[in-house]
């Protein structure tokens, strides 16, 4: 049985005792914590060793929040790398972020599109809460976005 010690115990090693959260609500340590579970898992997985019934439990259940979480965050950088910069131009082309994400531009058009509109990852709240980026899109339930994206003709993005 494998001791899960609170640090992932291979080549990377997470050490959050220098960091603090920037918001007090305590909202950026679930996934530091999910992570050091998913690092020990990979740990456990490659070293061969048995897992305890409630560590494998851990792991599974902190996987599945973290896949979501990434997703959210993956999704807020894709409308982010579109917004317009101080230039008054999007961050990043399409064609540029398809090439960073392993997609074609045109799928990663369509997907920004769906993300912009309502359908982001019902994680997205835990990743904009209290900050200015909160109410810049819809949200699931089809509320208003504030926000402004870089667009040509009102509710169709740029095409680069």
């Given at each position: 049985m494998t001791d899960h010690t609170p640090?992932?115990?291979?080549?990377?090693?997470?050490?959050?005792g220098a960091m603090r959260p920037r918001e007090t609500d305590?909202?950026?340590w679930p996934i530091a914590d999910e992570t050091d579970t998913v690092l020990q898992a990979v740990d456990t997985l490659r070293s061969g060793q048995e897992m305890s019934d409630q560590f494998l439990r851990?792991?599974?259940?902190?996987?599945?929040?973290?896949?979501?979480?990434?997703t959210a965050v993956q999704e807020e950088l894709l409308?982010?790398?579109r917004e317009a910069?101080?230039?008054g131009k999007p961050r990043l082309t399409w064609r540029e972020i398809g090439d960073e994400v392993g997609l074609h531009f045109t799928t990663t058009r369509e997907?920004?599109?769906r993300v912009a509109a309502t359908d982001s990852s019902p994680w997205?709240?835990?990743?904009?809460?209290?900050?200015?980026?909160?109410d810049m899109y819809p949200t699931p339930d089809g509320?208003?976005?504030?926000?402004?994206?870089?667009?040509?003709?009102?509710?169709?993005?740029?095409d680069r």
């Open positions: 640090h992932h115990s291979g080549e990377i090693r997470l050490d959050r305590g909202s950026t851990a792991a599974l259940r902190d996987t599945h929040r973290l896949i979501n979480r990434l409308l982010y790398a910069a101080s230039t997907r920004h599109k997205r709240t835990w990743l904009v809460q209290n900050t200015g980026r909160e509320q208003p976005a504030l926000g402004k994206l870089v667009t040509e003709h009102p509710g169709e993005p740029i």
